[in-house]
């Protein structure tokens, strides 16, 4: 289970701010909501996924692409496991002294052209092979695939999100306070509370931007906490509930095995 909210990304080589790389999702697996600043691309080559972002949702199958523009929060999920697909996340510092729009122009989250995927197939040849010079060739080709992309695929102020910023901060601003009181005993209204907003009104905000309700993704963080602690061998599966915020062992283990697609007794036994 992915387990960052926002994520910081480093790249070892600052003159090549890019990360590419494979992905695949199977079973109850999923990327759960975050953002970050780099505008990502993603590419799919086998099965399909829903991808949620800015409160947008799309399937995207083989031979697709979807955007997800700077700060989106987004959440991928499998709709026909196994799905792979390929994933490409480019730093402002890259489009630094270019023209492209890159914070204030809104792209279009779903592109089914295959002149575009041709395009983002060059990259994915030149980062699998890094023959000489592939660097230069990875930029030049990145270049390419966003000039393509503003020229054709830029919405129109009147077209542009789904959300306001306001919607897209309050949820993220939910997503902190959540990751941080996990382990307590949480209301829905305390967390509606810390917000700012209605618990009937941003209940629907929040399931429209990440796919799932509050009480959903305060589940996740809870389970995913308990298979860290599981799997680091120092924690039995009563104390692994306990310090996750759960308080009924039965619960937990019903809970666990939703999210997971495991018992917390095969965690603990792999380990």
Known sequence: MET?????????????????????????????????????????????????????????QA???????SGDLHSIEPQEPPC?????????????????????GILRRHIL???????????????????????EAVKGCIFLLFSRLYRRYRLSAAAEDPLTGQHQAAVKKAIVYLRAHFQEKLLLEDVCGAVGFSKFYFCRQFRQVTGRSIGEYLQYLRCANARRLLESGEY?????ARLSGF?????????????????????RKRK
Not at 5 to 22: K, T, Y
Not at 117 to 133: D, N, P, T, V
Not at 247 to 262: A, C, I, N
């Open 4 to 60: 960052g909210f926002h994520e910081p990304l480093r790249h070892p080589d600052p003159a090549f701010p890019v990360i590419f790389h494979p992905n695949a999702l199977e079973g109850t697996g999923r990327v759960e909501a975050h953002w970050h600043e780099g505008i990502e691309v993603l590419c799919c080559f086998q099965g399909a996924a829903a991808v949620r972002s800015g409160g947008e949702q799309l399937l995207m």
């Open 63 to 69: 031979g697709e692409l979807a955007v997800v523009n």
């Open 84 to 104: 792979r697909y390929y994933c490409l996340i480019v730093e402002p510092a890259l489009f630094a002294e270019t023209d492209f729009p890159f914070r204030t």
């Open 113 to 135: 052209d295959p002149e575009t995927a041709g395009l983002f197939s060059q990259i994915s040849r030149e980062m699998e092979q890094r023959e000489s010079c592939y660097k």
């Open 236 to 240: 039995n599966i009563g104390e692994s």
């Open 247 to 267: 308080s009924e062992m039965s619960y937990f283990t019903r809970v666990f095995k939703k999210q997971t697609g495991l018992l917390p007794s095969q965690v």
